[in-house]
């Protein structure tokens, strides 16, 4: 594997999705929001990219779906290869008859995505006539199947209520039922789990990984969680100010985190030890893009930063498929970088 690339392919496979240094920009903010993004996902895999709020997820997804605005923002590099067509990302998205389509997007809250005024059933075959040439009867016959094989109980009815009619997790589903009804190769779930109990949680990560097994879908998943990581994830790359600073089979980088924010990251959530001591945080808060420092963007929160630090560390390899941004990489005291955090 090349270090910079974070990836979700097996060598013998190829990917369905790759991205090549994708950067973007806010308009009025001369620092990239995104930074030289490189990322590739091959059929049945899942690519978790993990960071705490504000350092670039979100927009890399949205961008990659071609659902940001072109007026506030600047794509002032990036390639994608997604289904054996190129796009130059600065001048050319994702096309409309390919998102919905052959790319489909899920979201942490579904009613910013379903329409509270239309019913269920009238808005999944929506999705199906926008992108088919069939009746409206055959797409409510596809928005029914699709709603049984994603859990609905009683879909018949359920295609005849409105989005306030179901609980959370039902309209998550629904969502789900939607992105999946044209059987994308390609599924971006942002935070889908996020705002659902533990319980509902657990039955839609049961679910996507269902579908997918079914479908041979590439997903890549995006989440704050480590513990849903660690529950979907085949690969993770982790994103700190707009960049990836490690990446690698999810084994590899639980079993073995190296760069000092994910060796934070991991440190900072709750274990069921019945220990009482405080939580271990990473220092500090993600810097906002005014501020944000050059060089490595982690190094004004580092305990370990030095001069060196001024200079960008490249994505390099660690171990096999397993790449780290940190001049200090491989860190072999570990357990001192847990103690300085
Ligand atoms: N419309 C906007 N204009 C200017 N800056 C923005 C805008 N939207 C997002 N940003 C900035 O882009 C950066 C990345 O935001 P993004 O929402 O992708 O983060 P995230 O990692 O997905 O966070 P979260 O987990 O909270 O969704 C942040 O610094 C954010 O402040």
Redesign the pocket.
């Known amino acids: 594997m090349q270090g910079s690339e974070a990836r979700s392919d097996t060598e013998s496979t190829n990917p369905i999705l790759q991205l090549h240094q994708f950067s973007l920009r ?1 308009r009025g ?1 001369p620092e990239p ?1 995104v930074d030289g993004l490189n990322l590739s996902v091959s059929a049945g895999e899942t690519l978790c990219i993990v ?10 997804a949205m961008a990659l779906m071609g659902l940001l605005p072109q007026d ?1 923002i600047d794509i002032p590099n990036g390639q994608m290869d997604f289904e054996g067509h190129r796009y130059d990302l600065r001048s050319d998205g994702l096309d409309a008859s390919t998102r919905g389509d052959r790319m489909a997007m899920i979201f942490q809250e579904p009613m910013t995505s379903l329409n509270p005024a239309f019913r269920i059933g009238d808005q999944i075959a929506e999705a199906v006539l926008h992108h088919r040439n069939c009746t409206r009867t055959e797409a409510t016959e596809s928005a029914l199947q699709m709603l049984r094989r994603v859990g609905i109980p009683a879909p018949q009815q359920r295609l005849r209520e409105y989005p306030h009619q179901l609980s959370g997790g039902m309209r998550q589903r629904v969502m789900i039922a939607m992105a999946l009804i044209n059987n994308p190769s390609f599924l971006i779930a942002d ?1 889908p789990t996020t705002a659902l109990d533990v319980t509902i949680q657990a039955q839609i990560l049961d679910l996507i990984r269902e579908l997918q097994s079914e479908t041979g879908m590439g997903t890549l998943f ?1 989440t ?1 969680d480590l513990g849903v990581v660690a529950e979907i994830a085949t690969n993770v790359a982790v ?1 700190y100010g ?1 960049q990836i600073v490690e990446s690698g089979p999810v084994g590899a980088v639980f079993d073995d985190p190296q760069h000092p924010y994910t060796i934070g990251l991991m440190s900072s959530v709750p274990r069921m030890s019945g220990s009482r001591d405080r939580l271990i945080t990473v220092p500090g808060t993600v810097p ?2 005014a501020d944000m420092p050059q060089g490595c963007r982690f190094r004004t929160r580092c305990p370990f930063a030095t001069d060196n630090c001024a200079a960008r560390p490249a994505l390099s390899d660690v171990g096999p498929d397993h790449a780290v941004a940190c001049h200090y990489a491989p860190l072999e005291q570990q357990d001192e970088v847990r103690c300085a955090m």
């Open positions: 806010f903010h929001a960071g705490e709020s504000g350092c670039g997820k979100s927009v890399s506030i935070e995006i704050h994103m707009g906002s893009l």
